[in-house]
């Protein structure tokens, strides 16, 4: 059965489920028509993913569940009807799950509007929906927190039950005023804009009702809102709240593709990286919704251990989990008018912001000029809100010249100053750093210099080498000045460790250390990269660790492959980040806590890094190293310890005495790169 650890993020007050769009399907040969797109082989698993999906919720073991609409595949009306909701009611009966109902058009027919394929919903299905589940607009309170689910199918209706749902909803929010609240149902209220069209829209709720509605958020100041029905991420904020739109656990939509600069080879139809359902973890002071990624799995080909629960940006505060925005934080598309919809509505790829929420990533760096793109500065202003902090590059090819970057003072919370023709600060320089922090933003510092690396032309590095910060501090400390932090370049070498750890160096007004560490076309050497850096991150007091890129990159000179591929889905490296930020930085933990131990390692395996702190030690365990990793694990660990073996790419942890731990880290099967937590005594 499958497990979650929680070992290394706050404990919460309360926890619940989300989950949209299970579309259990009977009979996927009823998709057999000719030329139709989607085929009995692109649904045959829908209904054993939904199954997975749910094994997973009961696994978090949470009794607080939410379900936002379209339980099965059938339409109401339609000749599978009937068979499809008693199929859908007994998956989720089978899970012994207690959920809480939304429903959406597939459960009781479509939104009011006169271009939609499909029936309007009616009493006849509002009648049997309360048959089988109860009214479709109630609340309950746990605590001092209060939830509300609304019937978004019967919005912009005449019908006597939404007339009563809106004066319910009033009552029940001012009654409620004081507690915490949270919404929801099965239409978003919008994808982009809150005044984009609602008519000839399948998608998005309609006014006068999604005015009426996000005022009432506004007004009670409502934490968040979910919905679901588009298959496909989309996070807003109006006002304090946050409106997140899930994926399904079953399948996606194509028509929302062109939020892509690339078209994935099926459209978009199997794009399962993209499926799964939220856990929301509610504490005292903050909310962190946690995406819990089915990919497609079923239970004949999950993997085995317990899923780590990794740490969303305000679980790991002190993380100096950074990346770098080669492109923007977002691209958004005119749109298509694809079936069924008599509009064409603008969509985003909201994956990148969310991702860097998901890794707990709390700093990004990018252009300047950005903030100038409307867009891109208000995209990067809700990543902000979410945690993460912005710092915003500026060229400078003569002293003085960054004075004009003040005027962005208040939209970064950094200014990094790229000296174009030198590579320490003149004295304009120093005047021009002292007025911007003066004007309240912090300021980092590195030189672009141009090098001979052998190749047809120079190419351009961004930041200082070791021997090159003495004569930095020097020069700022001669001058009173505090320089907030100092950009390093890290090499693009064999090994991230030895480079990092090159900048172990005492300084005295250079507050802290941004490491730029470049990823590569080698999705492998990618992860271990990303796993080397955090370990040496974890010994270097204040440091910033910029992975780079977010995304991937094809049209430079070569292939560079990001955290994410460019439909923003996660690579094997960005698994690495997410879960190490969270084992290392989780629970109170920050850069500089860790001791590395020893000079290279163990003895007699030169690659295993170790880092302890006073509550564990920490082995990062290469392919190469496994064997004699796991004798020394035999040899030296107290026998009567239980270790915890980590796989940071699958992002899955077992919790074993010391023999089987070896015996795992010395087999290939134990997955790439374990890393070995071994708890002080």
């Known amino acids: 059965m499958p497990s979650f650890d929680r070992s290394d993020v706050p404990q919460a007050d309360l926890e619940f489920v989300v989950i949209a769009d299970t579309h259990h399907l009977v009979d996927p040969g009823m998709y057999s028509t000719k030329g139709d797109s989607v085929t009995p082989e692109i649904v045959r698993e829908w209904s054993d993913r939904g199954d997975w999906a749910l094994a997973l919720t ?29 199929a859908a009611v007994a ?7 207690e959920v809480n109902f939304a429903a959406g058009n597939m459960d009781i027919g479509d939104k009011p509007d006169p271009t939609v394929p499909a029936g309007w919903v009616e ?10 589940f109860g009214k479709s607009f109630f609340s309950r309170t746990e605590g001092d927190t209060h939830f509300v689910v609304l019937n978004s199918q019967i919005m912009n209706t005449t019908l006597p039950e939404a007339i009563e749902q809106r004066e319910w909803v009033e009552a029940d929010l001012a009654a409620h005023a004081s507690y915490r609240i949270f919404l929801f149902m099965h239409l978003p209220p919008y994808l982009v ?34 919905s679901g029905h588009t298959h496909f991420q989309v996070f807003n904020r109006t006002g304090g709240t946050r409106l997140y739109t899930l994926p399904s656990t079953t399948t996606t939509r194509p028509g929302f593709y062109e939020a892509f600069n690339v078209c994935p080879p099926d459209r978009g139809w199997i794009d399962t990286t993209k499926l799964g359902f939220f856990l929301v973890r509610v504490t005292d002071d903050a909310t962190s919704v946690h995406l819990i990624r089915t990919s497609g799995e079923t239970h004949a080909n999950h993997p085995a251990g ?30 298509a008018i694809s079936y069924p919809n008599h509009v064409r509505h603008r969509i985003r790829d909201d994956y990148p912001l969310l ?3 998901e890794a707990g990533i709390r700093h990004v760096r990018f252009p300047i000029h950005d903030l100038d793109v409307a867009l891109q500065a208000g995209q990067l202003a809700v990543l902000r809100s979410e945690g993460v902090q912005l710092t915003a590059t500026v060229l400078c090819p003569r002293p003085g010249h960054i004075a004009a970057a003040a005027r962005k003072a208040s939209e970064a919370d950094f200014i990094e100053v790229q000296l174009t023709n030198r590579f320490l600060p003149e004295g304009e320089d120093l005047e021009a750093l002292a007025e911007l922090r003066e004007a309240g933003v912090g300021v980092a510092m590195a030189p672009l210099a141009l090098e001979d690396t052998g190749k047809v032309h120079l190419r351009s590095r961004t930041g200082f080498r070791p021997r090159e910060l003495p004569d930095l501090d020097d020069m700022v400390s001669e001058h009173g000045v505090h320089l907030d932090r100092a950009v390093c370049m890290v090499d693009d070498s064999e090994s991230v460790w030895n480079d990092i750890r090159a900048f172990d160096t005492p300084l005295r007004s250079v507050g802290g250390l941004d490491f730029l560490v470049p990823l590569g076309a080698d999705d492998g050497a990618n992860a271990q990269a990303a796993a080397e850096a955090l370990f040496a991150a974890a010994t270097m007091p204040g440091c910033r660790l910029y992975l780079d890129p977010l995304q991937d990159l094809d049209r430079v000179t070569k292939v560079v492959n990001g955290l994410l591929d460019r439909l923003s889905n996660p690579r094997p490296a960005f698994h690495v980040t997410r879960v190490l930020n969270t084992v290392l930085f989780g629970e109170g933990r920050r850069p500089g806590t860790y001791t590395p131990v020893g000079s290279g390692g163990l003895p007699g395996a030169a690659d295993v890094r170790v880092i302890k702190d006073r509550r564990a030690e920490f082995w990062l365990v290469p392919d190469q190293e496994r064997r004699r990793a796991a004798e020394t694990l035999r040899q030296e660990i107290d026998e009567h310890q239980t270790l915890r073996l980590i796989d940071p790419i699958a992002g899955m942890s077992w919790q074993m005495p010391r023999g089987p731990v070896a015996d795992l880290v010395a087999s290939p099967e134990s997955g790439p790169m374990p890393v070995v937590q071994i708890p002080s005594l």
């Open 58 to 86: 009961k696994a978090t073991e949470t009794e607080l569940v939410f379900h936002v609409g379209d339980l099965a595949q059938e339409y109401p009306g339609s000749r599978f009807f009937d068979t499809g909701r008693r």
């Open 91 to 97: 998956q989720f009966e089978e899970s012994g799950l």
């Open 123 to 132: 009493p006849g299905f509002l009648k049997r929906w309360d048959e089988d």
């Open 193 to 226: 804009d809150e005044d984009e069209p609602g008519l000839g829209s399948y998608d998005v709720l309609g006014n006068p009702d999604r005015t009426w509605l996000l005022d009432l958020c506004r007004r009670y100041e409502v934490e968040a809102l979910f």
């Open 306 to 335: 317990s899923r780590i629960l990794t740490g969303t940006t305000v679980d790991v505060p002190h993380s100096p989990a950074a990346t770098y925005l080669r492109l923007p934080i977002t691209n958004q598309s005119d749109g």
């Open 355 to 357: 991702s860097c929420v």
